[in-house]
């Protein structure tokens, strides 16, 4: 599944916002099996109400969403590249995750320590930049160092390597972060598994007081702005707010929240804005024994798809049959989509859609 990871400064409210998430989550999916919670892993079903309109409809027995992993990495201060706070461990951390919620303080609290001194969330998103921006370079060089004799013996794979880490420490040196760096298609597998802190889209989330939950403030205003200019992500969450919902039952969850302003938890407007910068879509499959959502990039084919369930599937794949998940509401299920004309048959140059609902046919 895919991983987000939660970094900020400290007393930003990154555990707050944490452990709210995965509570409400655990609440929501008691009914789901394998909801394993760790400490500072929180592995959260992705809500998604087509889901239960389709398992009622194809009378599903049991509703398995598709599932977020989220990873508390605390112990990023500033001079955290240079081994302060947890450093190594710390970073070890990131490279194991997709994509960075980066949590800023937009709260005024005079209770709760600023470590910088005042709100400035711009300058703060700066200062954890600078760090991973120093951690990219060392590494970089380390690495270069250590390919210079593989690319003597004639390692193919290294002269690659080689190649894209100079590219991104020209951009590092030049105080811009790896992600700006132009990577072809055909090399975008190589530039992942460089793992650079860096390159890792990032999502800013803005931890704004209770009566702004809904709109916002000045603060986060202005991280909407440096988001907009970098191409990251954006989004207003009061992590005090999701602290409270996290202990509320559904039904006065709900009143709370509309009595806020919100129509739902911030989990929902976290994962969605997370799916937006990975790119992320859903798809279905419906039976009677279970409806499932299953998470792939957008832009994969019917193939590849099916090798989200099984390599089986993939590798033995013959075609796929499908129904629009608007078709399949509007008509009252697979068998009126069929007598609608709404069931496709498609092959394996079909580019799966955001909300299909799938079959495949294999041979094992
Ligand atoms: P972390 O160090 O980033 O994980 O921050 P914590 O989640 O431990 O929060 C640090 C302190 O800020 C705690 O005392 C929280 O209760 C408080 N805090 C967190 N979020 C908010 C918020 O939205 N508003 C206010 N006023 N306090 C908050």
Redesign the pocket.
């Known amino acids: 599944g895919f991983r987000m990871g939660i970094v900020?400064?400290?007393?930003?409210?990154?555990?707050?916002?944490?452990?709210a998430l995965t509570k409400t989550a655990a609440a929501q999916a008691a009914n789901f099996p394998f909801c394993t919670i760790e400490p500072n892993v929180g592995d959260v079903a992705v809500p998604d109400a087509r889901l239960f309109k389709l398992a009622e409809i194809g009378k599903s027995k049991e509703i398995i969403p598709t599932r977020m992993t989220f990873v508390?990495i605390?112990g990023l201060v500033r001079g955290a590249s240079k081994g302060e706070g947890l450093g190594n461990q710390f970073l070890a951390n990131i490279r194991e995750v997709d994509a960075i919620a980066h949590?800023l303080r937009c709260?005024?609290?005079d209770?709760?320590t600023h470590v910088e001194g005042k709100i400035d969330p711009v300058a703060d998103a700066e200062t954890i930049e600078t760090e991973l921006m120093i951690a990219d370079m060392d590494s970089i060089e380390k690495r270069l160092a250590n390919l210079t004799r593989k690319i003597r013996g004639g390692d193919k794979e290294a002269v690659e390597q080689d190649a894209l880490l100079r590219r991104a420490l020209t951009a590092l040196e030049d105080g811009k972060p790896a992600r700006t760096v132009d990577v072809a298609p055909d090399e975008r597998k190589s530039w992942r598994m460089l793992q650079l802190l860096t390159s890792k889209p990032v999502l800013y989330v803005c931890?704004?007081?209770?009566s702004a939950a809904a709109d916002g403030n000045s603060q986060s205003a202005r991280v909407a702005v440096m988001a907009a200019a970098q191409g990251a992500g954006h989004v207003v969450i009061?992590?005090?707010?999701e602290?409270e919902i996290s202990q509320l039952a559904a039904d006065e969850a709900e009143m709370f929240l509309s009595e806020m302003g919100l129509e739902e938890p911030g989990l929902g407007r976290l994962i969605r804005a997370g799916y937006a910068l990975l790119d992320l879509q859903t798809y279905f499959t419906v039976g009677p024994k279970e409806a499932r959502a299953w998470t792939i990039p957008r832009g994969t084919m019917a193939p590849q798809a099916a090798g989200v369930i099984h390599g089986d599937f993939e590798r033995g794949f013959i075609r796929a049959e499908t129904v629009a998940y608007d078709d399949y509401i509007a008509n009252g299920g697979e068998a009126g989509a069929k007598d609608a004309g709404k069931f496709r048959v498609e092959g394996k140059a079909y580019t799966v859609q955001d909300g299909d609902v799938l079959h495949f046919l294999f041979n094992a």
Do not use: R
């Open positions: 900020g400064l400290p007393n930003v409210g990154k555990s707050t916002l944490f452990n508390d605390a949590v709260f005024e609290d209770d709760v931890n704004v007081e209770e009061s992590a005090q707010i602290e």
